[in-house]
């Protein structure tokens, strides 16, 4: 069985910095890749980055130049580090795996960590 827990999510200033962390546990198979997401709340969920397990990361327009994704295979998790958050930054953060097993990719998704960041 598959297992995700995200973590590092709290209440910050904004202009501050939080580190959310993603790891992942079970019988795995091949990682593809892992994925973030945030859903604030009246808003529709929306992607925030997307890493390969080469350490290669996409990122949405607006956090790309304050958010650094970086993967640690080894231990099988997966850290964003943001930077200079705002209060737009506020919202549910999700990550989901997505790994090949016998045939097939699927998303193993945790329960989210929340990130309020307000004055």
């Known amino acids: 069985q598959v297992q995700v827990v995200e973590s590092g999510g709290g209440l910050v200033q904004p202009g501050g910095s939080l580190r959310l962390s993603c790891a992942v546990s079970g019988s795995i198979g091949k990682i593809m890749a892992i994925r973030w997401y945030r859903h604030a709340p009246g808003k529709e969920r929306e992607w925030v980055a997307t890493?390969?397990?080469?350490?290669?990361?996409n990122y949405e327009y607006s956090v790309k130049a304050r958010f650094i994704a970086s993967i640690d295979n080894a231990k099988r998790r997966l850290y964003l580090q943001m930077h200079s958050l705002k209060p737009e930054d506020t919202a549910v953060y999700f990550c989901?795996?997505?790994?090949?097993?016998?045939?097939?990719?699927?998303?193993?998704w945790g329960q989210g960590t929340p990130v309020t960041a307000y004055s």
């Open positions: 890493t390969t397990t080469d350490n290669t990361t």
């Open positions: 989901d795996w997505a790994i090949y097993i016998a045939g097939t990719t699927s998303a193993y």
